[in-house]
């Protein structure tokens, strides 16, 4: 039987503890259904970097995230000594972001029933959203939902014209408090930052839509005390984001990684943002040619493996970006193909370039909402949300057709963008559903007595209802689609599995590996927690050339990939089953070597698995 003092604690405790056991629930049903996997191979590269895996040592620098937060990663994996600390990390940023959004909501319910049911409903929508993400982890993602949670937690939070914010000890000197009980939202800003400057740097100015809002619902507007609050907090914001980005600068201000970033920018501009054209050597003979390079290096190029060539270095990198822009342009797409694919999105048109399907539920819940805001501003009599809407669209607009025109629009950035705006709007309807948003509770209660046509028709169950719906219409189309890529990656990781095991058992090897051919394997997180070196690599990808990778080839005792190609009697060539390697003997053939690549191994299946090349240089030619 249940005594009154656990009635009390739980009473005391309850809009802790109810967000507490939704969360975990969520994360139980997970864990037990699925195993959870770093979505790309780029987060098994990170997950290497500062795990040991890659150098032989935790690195503090993992080029991808901020140092800051690198640094403190690298220390918890050389603590713990297990490859587990950044998976671990990773799940408690998403999850910790959906726990934080339950437990701000939790003040809207008045009684426990309502409180649960709360619960349900944004647990329900999480999960139809973001199981996907939950399960196939990776970490621009978690930095949206990071930016999120802070973004929410601003939203849900007290007024700043409220009494108990604006006096203490007789003074109006409340602004301080104000930006006190709203550093849980500075700080989820800069952990998302730290973690993804680039995603952070994209909701910013939603973050900026989202102060509007509030300020513009305090009463008065303009006074300096609501400027000290709302600005104080937006500084604060800036000032993490700027310690972040100097600290970082400071880390990598040595000569060899100012050239690595250097080729870095470089690289993200022409292989992410550009088209394919640009480095394809036929068509651009004329401008490669006057480079100094032949179509053997143009196929390093194009087949993303130019760590062999020395010469293709930041400089050279910089003129073939310059070429691109020249050609294709900042933008990748005109403004009246952007417009066109906007409005495109916006409609879920089927046949382009994004999955109408997995678009739809968010599109869905947006909308949702979009209409129960106005049907509440409109049953409540606030005209406010005109302007608040179109504010929101706007900032939208621009920031969907910057994404659009540069041609760069993958789900780990449309998602939490969406995901972003519906949580935004959720805030939104939750102030005008309550009186929580309002500076001015006693002009809302007069409101609240005027004779109302509409009082049948309560907003906040249909709200509920309405999102209900939504939210178990979508859950099972985005179960089975989880459940669908799970199965997908296990049948392609099972290669990977079994090679990383082979080159386990040949520690006395290096095996380098051709990019494309490893670029669709992932790895689960919590798989063997290893911290030793790796006898495996890239022949490029984006941390080629940089300091690490250089680190590593010296661990092995080779100065270049090319050398090691050429001179290592360990060194095996790793590429997928019926894969030309003619890019490669040709490349040393037009340098006076000849090589030649003997299969030894097949790993996988006959048609889809890797095989395992040993490299024979057998006679020098002479031009």
Same mark, same amino acid.
């Given at each position: #039987?249940?005594?009154?003092?656990?009635?009390?604690?739980? /009473?005391?405790?309850?809009?802790?503890?109810?967000?507490?056991?939704?969360?975990?629930?969520?994360?139980?049903?997970?864990?037990?259904?699925?195993?959870?996997?770093?979505?790309?191979?780029?987060? !098994?590269? #990170?997950?290497?970097? $500062?795990?040991? &895996?890659?150098?032989?040592?935790?690195?503090?620098?993992? !080029?991808?995230?901020?140092?800051?937060?690198? +640094?403190?990663?690298?220390? +918890?994996?050389?603590? @713990?000594?297990?490859?587990?600390?950044?998976?671990?990390?990773?799940?408690?940023?998403? *999850?910790?972001?959906?726990?934080?959004?339950?437990?701000?909501?939790?003040?809207?319910?008045?009684?426990?029933?309502?409180?649960?049911?709360?619960?349900?409903?944004?647990?329900?929508?999480?999960?139809?959203?973001?199981?996907?993400?939950?399960?196939? &982890?990776?970490?621009?993602?978690?930095?949206?939902?990071?930016?999120?949670?802070?973004?929410?937690?601003?939203?849900?939070?007290?007024?700043?014209?409220?009494?108990?914010?604006?006096?203490?000890?007789?003074?109006?000197?409340?602004?301080?408090? @104000?930006?006190?009980?709203?550093?849980? %939202?500075?700080?989820?800003?800069?952990?998302?930052?730290?973690?993804?400057?680039?995603? #952070?740097?994209?909701?910013?100015?939603?973050?900026?839509?989202?102060?509007?809002?509030?300020?513009?619902?305090?009463?008065? &507007? @303009?006074?300096?005390?609501?400027?000290?609050?709302?600005?104080? !907090?937006?500084?604060?914001?800036?000032?993490?984001?700027?310690?972040?980005?100097?600290?970082?600068?400071?880390?990598?201000?040595?000569?060899?990684?100012?050239? @690595? *970033?250097?080729?870095?920018?470089?690289?993200?501009?022409?292989?992410?943002?550009?088209?394919?054209?640009?480095?394809?050597?036929?068509?651009?003979?004329?401008?490669?040619?006057?480079?100094? $390079?032949?179509?053997?290096?143009?196929?390093?190029?194009?087949?993303?493996?130019?760590?062999?060539?020395?010469?293709?270095?930041?400089?050279?990198?910089?003129?073939?970006?310059?070429?691109? /822009?020249?050609?294709?342009?900042?933008?990748?797409?005109?403004?009246?193909?952007?417009?066109?694919?906007?409005?495109?999105?916006?409609?879920?048109?089927?046949?382009?370039?994004?999955? %109408?399907? !997995?678009?739809?539920?968010?599109?869905?819940?947006?909308?949702?909402?979009?209409?129960?805001?106005?049907?509440?501003?409109?049953?409540?009599?606030?005209?406010?949300?005109?302007?608040?809407?179109?504010? *929101?669209?706007?900032?939208?607009?621009?920031?969907?057709?910057?994404?659009?025109?540069?041609?760069?629009?993958?789900?780990?950035?449309?998602?939490?963008?969406?995901?972003?705006?519906?949580?935004?709007?959720?805030?939104?309807?939750?102030?005008?559903?309550?009186?929580?948003?309002?500076?001015?509770?006693?002009?809302?209660?007069?409101?609240?007595?005027?004779?109302?046509?509409?009082?049948?028709?309560?907003?906040?169950?249909?709200?509920? %209802?309405?999102?209900?719906?939504?939210?178990?219409?979508?859950?099972?189309?985005?179960? %089975?689609?989880?459940?669908?890529?799970?199965?997908?990656?296990?049948?392609?990781?099972?290669?990977?599995?079994?090679?990383?095991?082979?080159?386990?058992?040949?520690?006395?090897?290096?095996?380098?590996?051709?990019?494309?051919?490893?670029?669709?394997?992932?790895?689960?997180? *919590?798989?063997?927690?290893?911290?030793?070196?790796?006898?495996?690599?890239?022949?490029?990808?984006?941390?080629?050339?940089?300091?690490?990778?250089?680190?590593?080839?010296?661990?092995?005792?080779?100065?270049?990939?090319?050398?090691?190609?050429?001179?290592?009697?360990? &060194?095996?060539?790793?590429?997928?089953?019926?894969?030309?390697?003619?890019?490669?003997?040709?490349?040393?053939?037009?340098?006076?070597?000849?090589? /030649?690549?003997?299969?030894?191994?097949?790993?996988?299946?006959? =048609?889809?698995? $890797?095989?395992?090349?040993?490299?024979?240089?057998?006679?020098?030619?002479? =031009?």
């Amino acid at each position: #039987m249940v005594s009154e003092k656990q009635v009390k604690f739980y /009473r005391k405790w309850e809009n802790w503890i109810l967000p507490l056991l939704f969360t975990l629930a969520l994360l139980l049903f997970t864990s037990l259904r699925f195993d959870y996997y770093y979505s790309l191979n780029d987060d !098994v590269l #990170m997950k290497d970097i $500062l795990a040991g &895996v890659y150098t032989g040592v935790p690195e503090s620098r993992n !080029v991808q995230m901020l140092y800051p937060l690198s +640094l403190l990663l690298s220390l +918890l994996v050389k603590v @713990f000594h297990t490859s587990y600390v950044y998976g671990i990390f990773l799940c408690l940023c998403q *999850f910790g972001s959906l726990y934080l959004i339950l437990y701000r909501s939790m003040r809207y319910g008045k009684k426990t029933v309502g409180k649960v049911l709360l619960c349900l409903l944004e647990s329900l929508l999480f999960a139809g959203l973001l199981l996907p993400h939950l399960v196939f &982890v990776q970490y621009t993602v978690t930095s949206g939902l990071l930016g999120a949670a802070g973004i929410f937690w601003f939203l849900t939070g007290e007024a700043a014209a409220c009494p108990g914010m604006q006096a203490r000890s007789g003074k109006e000197n409340g602004w301080g408090c @104000f930006v006190k009980r709203n550093l849980p %939202a500075v700080l989820l800003c800069v952990l998302a930052f730290l973690l993804r400057p680039e995603m #952070m740097m994209l909701l910013l100015p939603l973050a900026s839509v989202a102060g509007l809002w509030k300020w513009g619902m305090e009463r008065p &507007v @303009f006074t300096r005390y609501n400027a000290f609050c709302y600005v104080g !907090v937006f500084f604060l914001i800036l000032i993490g984001l700027l310690l972040g980005e100097v600290s970082n600068t400071a880390a990598y201000g040595s000569g060899e990684w100012k050239e @690595f *970033f250097r080729l870095f920018d470089a690289r993200t501009e022409v292989y992410d943002f550009k088209t394919e054209t640009i480095l394809k050597f036929e068509e651009n003979q004329e401008f490669y040619t006057s480079l100094g $390079l032949d179509e053997t290096q143009g196929a390093l190029l194009e087949n993303y493996n130019y760590g062999i060539d020395d010469s293709i270095d930041a400089a050279l990198m910089e003129k073939i970006s310059g070429y691109s /822009r020249e050609k294709e342009g900042y933008f990748g797409k005109t403004l009246k193909e952007g417009i066109w694919l906007y409005k495109a999105r916006l409609q879920n048109m089927p046949g382009l370039d994004f999955d %109408a399907a !997995v678009e739809m539920p968010f599109l869905l819940t947006e909308a949702a909402l979009a209409v129960l805001l106005l049907l509440t501003a409109f049953l409540k009599r606030r005209a406010g949300v005109i302007w608040q809407l179109l504010a *929101f669209g706007g900032v939208r607009s621009i920031l969907w057709m910057y994404l659009i025109l540069r041609n760069r629009v993958p789900e780990r950035i449309s998602h939490p963008l969406y995901t972003v705006e519906i949580v935004m709007l959720a805030a939104l309807l939750f102030m005008y559903l309550t009186k929580n948003g309002a500076a001015d509770e006693a002009a809302q209660e007069e409101l609240e007595k005027v004779r109302n046509p509409y009082r049948w028709l309560n907003p906040v169950f249909v709200t509920a %209802a309405l999102l209900l719906v939504t939210a178990l219409s979508i859950l099972p189309r985005t179960f %089975a689609r989880t459940v669908q890529e799970y199965a997908a990656r296990e049948e392609i990781n099972r290669t990977d599995i079994a090679a990383r095991a082979y080159y386990q058992s040949h520690p006395e090897n290096l095996f380098l590996a051709d990019v494309y051919s490893t670029v669709k394997f992932s790895e689960k997180m *919590f798989r063997d927690g290893e911290c030793v070196l790796g006898n495996y690599d890239l022949l490029g990808g984006w941390l080629c050339k940089s300091p690490l990778a250089e680190k590593k080839l010296k661990a092995f005792g080779y100065a270049s990939l090319g050398q090691a190609l050429l001179e290592g009697e360990n &060194v095996y060539l790793v590429a997928e089953t019926g894969q030309s390697l003619d890019w490669l003997t040709d490349y040393f053939g037009r340098r006076g070597t000849v090589l /030649r690549a003997e299969p030894k191994e097949v790993i996988g299946a006959a =048609d889809s698995g $890797l095989v395992i090349y040993s490299l024979h240089r057998e006679e020098e030619v002479n =031009d």
